[in-house]
Nanobody, 124 residues
Framework: QVQLVESGGGLVQAGGSLRLSCAAS????????MGWFRQAPGKEREFVAA????????YYRDSVKGRFTISRDNAKNTVYLQMNSLKPEDTAVYYC?????????????????WGQGTQVTVSA
């Protein structure tokens, strides 16, 4: 079992930055691929970024490439999402997730554990 707790969300103006953190419980954190998803009101949850279990490989949705960076610190059982040049369309609840299997999975149903989410609001 893995429990995930996100933090770092908030209100920011367009062009600003936020850093999301996701703290994981459990001694096997380093064996999971980790991902970030987001869900805006009235929309389906969508993939944002994923990182391999050692952190050597990452993958991003096209709309955040060059602006967002996913990273992890296995010694701290934490995964991060650095978000720069934020846009109003980035507004959503952001969720951290862990996958027991798969390489850089991008589908919601590929992930086994989810955090409760943290709200990110970007004003124009």
């Amino acid at each position: 079992q893995v429990q995930l707790v996100e933090s770092g969300g908030g209100l920011v103006q367009a062009g600003g930055s936020l850093r999301l953190s996701c703290a994981a419980s459990g001694r096997t954190f380093s064996s999971y691929s980790m991902g970030w998803f987001r869900q805006a009101p009235g929309k389906e949850r969508e993939f944002v970024a994923a990182i391999s279990w050692r952190g050597g490989a990452t993958y991003y949705r096209d709309s955040v490439k060059g602006r967002f960076t996913i990273s992890r610190d296995n010694a701290k059982n934490t995964v991060y999402l650095q978000m720069n040049s934020l846009k109003p369309e980035d507004t959503a609840v952001y969720y951290c997730s862990a996958a027991e299997a798969g390489y850089l999975p991008r589908k919601v149903n590929s992930y086994d554990y989810w955090g409760q989410g943290t709200q990110v609001t970007v004003s124009a």
